[in-house]
């Protein structure tokens, strides 16, 4: 298990953007970091994820106007989430395993050993 630490949660109006923070250290030489998101009432569903490997996943839902990535020389990484829609409120939680992502870690969150405690993003319309 790592320590992950999210911040830029908040709140902005529909079509506008919002920039996540993960803060995290790991030993390992494979990974896969992600983010999962939580709406009121509903399932947590994966957004994101990030490979060692380099390769990238988007949920459909997020393709196309979020974008994960590593920040430059550190191991933190940020999702960017452009043209933001009030569906798009939730917790959001940024998340690390210690094995290369596949496909089953955006589908499944019991592949992530590693969870931040969330932050909380409110998009209105």
């Known amino acids: 298990h790592v320590e992950l630490v999210e911040s830029g949660g908040g709140s902005a109006e529909g079509v506008g953007s919002l920039r996540l923070s993960c803060d995290v250290s790991?030993?390992?030489?494979?990974?896969?970091l992600g983010w999962f998101r939580q709406a009121q009432d509903k399932e947590r569903e994966g957004v994101a994820t990030?490979?060692?490997?380099?390769?990238?996943s988007y949920a459909p839902s997020v393709k196309g106007r979020f974008t994960i990535a590593q920040d430059n020389g550190k191991k933190s990484f940020h999702l960017q989430m452009n043209a933001l829609k009030p569906e798009d409120s939730a917790v959001y939680y940024c998340?690390?395993?210690?094995?290369?992502?596949?496909?089953?870690?955006?589908?499944?969150?019991?592949?992530?050993?590693?969870w931040g405690k969330g932050t909380l993003v409110t998009i209105s319309s």
């Open positions: 790991y030993p390992y030489p494979n990974w896969c």
């Open positions: 998340v690390f395993d210690s094995e290369r992502c596949r496909p089953a870690h955006l589908d499944d969150h019991n592949y992530m050993d590693s």
């Open positions: 990030l490979s060692s490997t380099g390769t990238i």
